[in-house]
C-alpha cells in the first residue's frame, strides 16, 4: 500500500514476517570464524566498487584495529579478488549466500543498481541475526574514513537506530529523502530489528531510481523512522557522512585543516561519502558524474586528493594480467560523453592545484623568436609561478635549446606532434610565417586534447610580454566560451588585417569553445596567406576572427587598452598618454597588462628595429616605460643562453634582414638603458 503524500507511513508499527534466510554451511562456518569486534560494519560490492570498498578498507584499517567489514559480493569477480588480497579483517561472502526465493525474483526484475539498494536492508537484518554482533553500520563501499569510526559509535550511544541527515537543499530532501542511506546503523534489539524489517518490507514491494511522490529508491523510507520508531538517534556531526551535497555545492561550512585533521566547522571529519565519482583509469576521474561541480581548494587539496592517490595506489597494487579484466575495475563510460567534473591526478593537476587561479598558455617559438619567447617566459615568472607555457617549437634546434635551459614552468612540444597529415600537405606552400599561424589552432587542440588537467589554454604570440599579472585577463573572461581582443587600430589597418588580434586568444574546455577552435583550424588550412585575399576575406589567420562573434554565441571580446597593447593601437592610433605610478605602467589610468612587441626586429646584441614596417614617431615615455624594460629582458634571455651554452652564437636568434632594407626605427641599447 502507497502511503499518502501528507501522511508517513505508519506500517512500521506492524509486525513484519517474510521469507527465512538461507543458511549455508559454507555461510555458518564463515560467520563463526568472524571475532566480534567494538565496530561492525557491512557493505555491498560488485566489480565496479571494488576499488573503493578496499580504499573503504584500509581506511578503517588505518584508524582502528577493533573492527569487522563483511562485504557481500555480487560477482565472482569481486569475491575471487578480495579474497586473494588476504583481508584480515574483512568477512568476505557472496549475495546468493543469503538470498531468498523472493529477493532472487527480485534480482531479475531489477537494475543493479537498485538491487543493491534493495539488498542493504535484507543483509543488515542476516548479519545481526546471524553473526553473533550486537550492532552493523552500513556502509556505501563510496565511503572513506579520514579518523577513527569511534565519534559515531559514541553519537549513537544506546538507541537503536542511526541515521545521517542529509543537510541537503530543501526541495531534493522533499523529493529523495531527508536521510542518507550510505551511511545508516542498527542494534540486535527489538526495536533495530522492527526498524529493519520494515525497511527490507518496503524495498522489496518498491526501490525504483526513479522517484514518485512518495518514495526514491531505498533512502525516501527512512523518512518514517524517526516519526514512529522510538531509540533513533539523528546525527548532528557534520563529520560524518559529510559529502558533495552537504559540503561543496550546499550550506557554507568552515572546512580547515588543523594539525593534520580536516574539520568541518568544529566537527572532526571522520567518513566523507565520495558519492557519484566516477573512476575512469589508474590516474582520471570524474569527481562529480552528474554534472559539473566547482569544488573548493581546500577540500580537493585535504579530501578529494588523498582519496584520490588511494584509489591509484590500490589500482596497482591489485595483480591482474590481462587488460580487460582489469579494465573491469573502472567505471564503464561511453567514450563520446565527457567527464562532468574532470581530474586527472598527475603532477600537472597538483600544480593547478595549489593556486586559486592559473594560467594554461602557449605558444611558437621559430629560432628567430627564441629571445622573445625567453623574455615572455621570464615575465610570466615575475608575477607568479601559478602558470603553464606550452612552448611549440619549430625546429629541432629551437627544441633543443629550450630544452638545455630546464625552464621550470614549460613543458616543450615538439612539431612533429602537432602536425597531421593535412597540415604537412600545406607545409610545403606556405612560408615559415604563415605555417606558424596556420599551427596555432591545431597546437591549441593538441594542448587541449593531451592535458585534460587544464580547462583553458591561451594562445600568445611569443613577443608577447606581461607587465602584471594576468589575472586581470582571467577575470576579463569570466565564463565565456572564449575571448578575443580587439585591434584598436585605424579603420584602415582592421579592413586589411581584421578587426580582432590572433596574437593573444584563448579557449575554454567546452564544446561551443572547441566548435570555434575547429572552425578557425578549418579556416587556416583552406588559406592562411600573408597577402589579404579578397575571395577569403582574409589575412593570415586573423582575419577569419571577425566572423566568429556572427556565427557563434558566448564570445568575449576583450576591450580593455591595457590587454594586448601593441604599436598599432598606442603608437599608431589613439596616442594614449604612458606614465609609471607606485611600480605599475598606465596607459591613461589603466594598468598596462600585456604589450605585444609586434615586428620589432633583433639586429644584433644591443641593436633594434622597434618597428620594421615603417617610421614611427615613437614618443620618449613610451620607449622608457615599455620598450626599455623589454629589451633588457632579451639581453637577459641572451645571458641566459649563454650561460647554459657558451659556444653558441646569438646572432642565429637575430631577425632576418630584407635584402635591401634597412631599419624603420632603429634603436641602440647602450649600457646604461638609455
Excluded at 3 to 20: F, H, M, N, Q, R
Excluded at 285 to 312: G, V
Excluded at 398 to 423: G, K, M, P, W, Y
Aim: glycine letters at 4%; one cysteine or more; aromatic letters at 14%.
Amino acid at each position: 500500500m502507497r502511503s499518502s503524500s501528507k501522511v508517513p507511513d505508519s506500517s512500521i508499527l506492524a509486525e513484519t514476517g517474510g521469507e527465512l534466510f538461507p543458511v549455508s554451511e559454507n555461510i555458518r562456518t564463515i560467520l563463526d570464524d568472524a571475532l566480534p569486534q567494538n565496530y561492525n560494519f557491512c557493505t555491498i560490492s560488485g566489480k565496479e566498487y571494488v576499488v573503493k570498498v578496499l580504499a573503504l578498507y584500509q581506511s578503517l584499517e588505518r584508524h582502528t584495529d577493533q573492527f569487522t567489514l563483511f562485504i557481500c559480493c555480487i560477482d565472482n569477480f569481486t569475491y575471487e579478488l578480495l579474497k586473494k588480497m588476504n583481508l584480515s579483517k574483512a568477512v568476505l561472502f557472496m549475495v546468493e549466500e543469503i538470498e531468498t526465493e523472493e529477493m532472487r525474483k527480485l534480482r531479475q526484475e531489477r537494475k543493479k543498481n537498485e538491487y543493491c539498494w534493495t539488498l542493504k536492508a535484507p543483509l543488515v537484518e542476516f548479519l545481526l541475526t546471524h553473526a553473533n554482533i550486537d550492532s552493523i553500520l552500513y556502509c556505501d563501499g563510496d565511503l572513506y574514513f579520514f579518523s577513527d569510526p569511534a565519534p559515531i559509535y559514541k553519537e549513537w550511544g544506546n538507541k537503536s537506530i542511526y541515521l545521517c541527515p542529509q543537510r541537503d537543499l530543501e526541495w531534493v530532501e522533499a523529493k529523495y529523502g531527508k536521510f542518507q542511506a550510505g551511511l545508516i546503523g542498527f542494534k540486535n534489539d527489538s526495536i533495530g530489528l522492527q526498524g529493519v524489517r520494515w525497511w527490507k518490507q518496503k524495498c522489496f514491494e518498491w526501490c525504483s531510481a526513479n522517484p514518485d511522490a512518495t518514495r526514491f529508491g531505498d533512502q525516501k523510507y527512512l523518512d518514517s523512522i524517526p516519526m514512529f520508531l522510538t531509540k533513533v538517534k539523528v546525527s548532528k556531526d557534520l563529520g560524518i557522512n559529510a559529502a558533495p551535497w552537504n559540503c561543496i555545492y550546499n550550506n557554507d561550512y568552515t572546512i580547515s585543516k588543523q594539525n593534520d585533521k580536516v574539520y568541518i566547522e568544529n566537527d572532526p571529519l571522520v567518513v566523507f561519502h565520495f558519492a557519484c565519482l566516477a573512476i575512469l583509469n589508474r590516474n582520471e576521474f570524474d569527481l562529480w558524474s552528474l554534472n559539473y561541480i566547482p569544488i573548493q581548494e581546500t577540500i580537493k587539496n585535504n579530501i578529494y586528493i588523498p582519496y584520490l592517490e588511494h584509489l591509484s595506489f590500490i589500482i596497482d597494487s591489485i595483480q591482474i594480467e590481462d587488460s580487460y579484466s582489469h579494465s573491469l575495475l573502472f567505471d564503464y563510460r561511453d567514450p563520446n560523453d565527457m567527464p562532468k567534473t574532470y581530474y586527472k591526478n598527475s603532477a600537472l593537476q597538483r600544480e593547478i592545484d595549489r593556486h586559486k587561479e592559473f594560467l594554461n598558455i602557449t605558444t611558437i617559438v621559430s629560432q628567430e623568436y627564441v629571445l622573445k619567447a625567453i623574455a615572455l617566459y621570464s615575465s610570466l615568472v615575475e608575477k607568479g609561478e601559478n602558470f603553464r607555457l606550452w612552448v611549440c617549437c619549430m625546429d629541432t634546434n629551437t627544441f633543443n635549446l629550450f630544452a638545455s635551459l630546464h625552464l621550470e614552468h614549460v613543458t616543450l612540444i615538439s612539431l612533429r606532434d602537432v602536425e597531421t597529415d593535412e597540415l604537412r600537405l600545406v607545409k610545403k606552400d606556405r612560408n615559415i610565417k604563415e605555417y606558424c599561424w596556420t599551427i596555432k589552432a591545431p597546437l591549441c587542440e593538441y594542448v587541449l586534447k593531451n592535458y585534460p588537467e587544464i580547462k583553458h589554454i591561451v594562445y600568445c604570440d611569443a613577443d608577447m610580454y606581461f607587465f602584471s599579472g594576468y589575472e586581470t585577463l582571467l577575470n576579463e573572461w569570466g565564463t565565456y566560451s572564449i575571448f578575443m581582443c580587439k585591434q584598436r587600430g585605424t579603420s584602415e589597418l582592421e579592413s586589411i588585417h581584421g578587426q580582432y588580434q590572433a596574437g593573444l586568444i584563448g579557449f575554454k574546455r567546452e564544446k561551443n569553445a572547441l566548435s570555434i577552435l575547429t572552425w578557425w583550424k578549418e579556416k587556416c588550412l583552406e588559406n592562411c596567406s600573408e597577402i589579404p585575399d579578397s575571395y577569403y576575406d582574409s589575412w593570415g589567420d586573423q582575419k577569419y576572427l571577425n566572423s566568429i562573434p556572427r556565427l557563434f554565441s558566448n564570445i568575449k571580446i576583450i576591450e580593455n587598452i591595457g590587454i594586448n597593447t601593441a604599436p598599432w593601437n598606442l603608437i599608431m592610433n589613439n596616442h594614449y598618454e604612458v606614465s609609471r605610478s607606485k611600480g605599475k605602467v598606465l596607459i591613461s589610468d589603466t594598468e598596462l597588462v600585456s604589450y605585444h612587441f609586434g615586428s620589432l626586429s633583433i639586429l644584433g646584441k644591443r641593436e633594434f628595429d622597434l618597428w620594421n614596417r615603417e617610421p614611427l614617431n615613437i614618443n620618449e615615455s613610451i620607449i622608457r616605460t615599455i620598450y626599455i624594460p623589454y629589451l633588457q629582458k632579451l639581453l637577459h634571455a641572451g645571458a641566459m643562453i649563454l650561460e647554459m651554452n657558451p659556444s653558441i652564437e646569438l646572432s642565429s636568434f637575430y631577425s632576418t634582414k630584407p635584402i635591401g632594407t634597412g631599419p624603420k626605427n632603429y634603436y641602440v641599447f647602450n649600457s646604461s638603458g638609455e
